[in-house]
């Protein structure tokens, strides 16, 4: 079924964002029938009128009543037209031309309201045949009559039938007309067009839009992200071209994902998606280089062990990562790295092991993410797909949040409502949605390069925003960090308002949520405490075998 009720508005967008489909249905409707009318055998029609009248005497009341019985009489005349009586001797005069059987479908015989006149029409392939054929008929017709007729005293017919306007041959073809054809054809193909695309529309399940979005969840919408030619360079949009319109929509949903964390403190979080390919990595890596800009220590983890990318996004060595911290092959620190001179880490997925759901599942992953949420103010683990593999309903109940990535062109509504209930029935708290690959988002031009948000940059220090919580190497490296992302831009709120209108109009709102932040960060120090004791004393208890990673025990 539909997404939203198929109301005027809908399919007014539909035929709107279509009218490229509809004009060339019109043009190829048209085109065709114009071209099926050539092929058909031009059709001439010649018509001949006769005149019917009763012979009655001078008087007027003689002429009325003879008048009046001769139209009560026209019925019969223009069936006798068409009669055998009729036909047969015109067949036998065009010597074969016509038959008896093609005279009857040719001929057509009409009456004029309320006259005494017969209109007798004939069509055919030949002009010259159609004129002499009507004309016979004509001919055939009035001495029907008069043998018909009923005769008076003197041996004569009652009534007369006279020709008043004989057949010529036709100019022009009455039929096929092209170009009613067209029009109509063009007409036809504007029409079906129109349905088939509402009717398509309407039975799209895809998640293409956030109305579509709003009739499958109520989770919130953190911002869309459109598709990009990469033009050759694959490195995320943030580094390519930090202050054009595809970069804003990441800071836009870093925007989305701070106000999802004031009732909710946000330490670590997963980005998964539903199938392979929505682009949840990309959204990973722009994502925690925007968060990066506005001074965030972010570690950007590769948990997606069956087909890792981060590491090549970055340009970045990815044969030892996690896994190598996983099986104790290596240590966090050492195989960590450092986009430049920010505050981004990278942790690489390293070798793609056979066991990847055993691994994310141990407690060694468990106290992995908890020592970085103490190091890092996000940790965002980029992880499978959750209608592919387990993976990622493994690692939520280790994070504090998770986000899901939808391709606008790909997935159905029934696959994402069952990706978020996977997702809820594993524990996860669910940040939000970003909507990817969206073809109609709104365009925001050059506005945001010709300006610079202190928010952005760090140059205002006493009203930077941070998320969720100071962090002091973070404050020391603000420069740096801004000069190095090149984060020139100007940021606006979701509502579309700039800092500077926030700053005034929404303070209350503003303490509200400090408020909200610090409860939920009071509670969450809380819960890390528990978990991070719970982890230690997994992982104390937990036998790691590291002579021969991801080789099992022979007895």
Not at 236 to 262: C, M, T
């Amino acid at each position: 079924m539909s997404n939203t009720v198929l109301g005027p508005t809908r399919i007014f967008g539909v035929l709107r964002r279509r009218w490229y489909v509809l004009v060339l249905a019109a043009i190829l409707g048209g085109a065709g029938a114009f071209a099926l009318a050539a092929t058909v055998a031009p059709i001439y029609q010649s018509s001949t009128s006769l005149f019917f009248s009763l012979r009655t005497g001078a008087s007027g009341s003689d002429i009325n009543q003879g008048s009046t019985y001769t139209q009560n009489q026209m019925l019969s005349f223009a069936a006798l037209a068409t009669s055998s009586a009729v036909l047969d001797p015109v067949a036998d005069e065009l010597d074969g031309a016509m038959t008896r059987q093609d005279l009857g479908r040719a001929v057509s015989v009409t009456i004029p309201q309320n006259t005494v006149i017969l209109d007798i029409r004939v069509d055919s392939t030949d002009r010259k045949l159609s004129s002499r054929a009507a004309n016979l008929t004509a001919t055939s017709l009035v001495a029907q009559v008069a043998e018909v007729s009923p005769s008076d005293a003197d041996g004569q017919s009652t009534v007369s039938a006279q020709v008043i306007d004989p057949a010529e041959p036709a100019k022009y073809q009455s039929s096929p007309n092209k170009q009613q054809d067209a029009l109509l054809g063009a007409l036809l193909g504007l029409v079906l067009s129109s349905v088939i695309l509402v009717l398509s529309n309407a039975l799209d399940t895809r998640v293409r839009s956030a109305a579509a979005l709003a009739s499958v969840t109520d989770l919130p919408l953190l911002g869309v992200s459109e598709r990009t030619p990469d033009g050759g360079d694959s490195r995320p949009v943030v580094l390519k071209a930090p202050n054009g319109p595809p970069a804003e929509r990441f800071r836009q949903i870093r925007s989305g994902l701070r106000f999802s964390s004031a009732s909710h403190e946000i330490r670590s979080v997963v980005v998964t998606s539903t199938l392979p390919g929505e682009g949840k990595t990309t959204v990973s890596a722009n994502l925690a280089l925007v968060l990066a800009e506005a001074q965030q220590r972010v570690l950007l983890i590769d948990a997606d062990l069956r087909r890792p990318s981060v590491a090549q996004y970055f340009g970045f060595e990815g044969a030892v990562g996690l896994t190598s911290v996983l099986v104790g092959s290596a240590t966090f620190n050492d195989v960590r790295q450092t986009v430049g001179t920010s505050t981004l880490d990278i942790l690489a997925a390293g070798e793609i092991p056979p066991n990847p759901a055993e691994l994310l599942a141990s407690s060694r992953m468990r106290a992995l993410i908890a020592e970085a949420e103490e190091e890092y103010d996000l940790v965002i683990v980029d992880t499978a797909p959750v209608g592919s593999v387990a993976d990622a309903t493994a690692l939520v109940p280790f994070t504090d949040s998770a986000v899901i990535v939808v391709d606008a062109t790909r997935v159905r509504s029934p696959q994402l409502r069952q990706t978020i209930d996977d997702l809820t029935l594993s524990g996860a708290h669910i940040a939000g949605v970003v909507l990817n690959k969206v073809k109609a988002a709104s365009r925001l031009g050059d506005y945001y390069s010709s300006h610079t948000s202190d928010d952005e940059t760090g140059t205002n220090q006493g009203k930077t925003k941070r998320w969720p919580r100071n962090s002091p190497s973070t404050q020391a490296s603000a420069g740096s960090d801004s000069a190095n992302l090149q984060t020139e831009t100007h940021q606006q709120d979701p509502a579309g308002r700039p800092p500077e209108i926030e700053e005034d109009t929404e303070r209350p709102l503003q303490d509200a949520r400090a408020r909200a932040r610090s409860d939920a960060a009071k509670k969450a120090a809380q819960t890390r405490a528990a978990k991070k004791a719970a982890a230690t004393a997994s992982a104390n208890s937990e036998t790691i075998r590291t002579r021969a990673p991801f080789v099992d025990d022979v007895d």
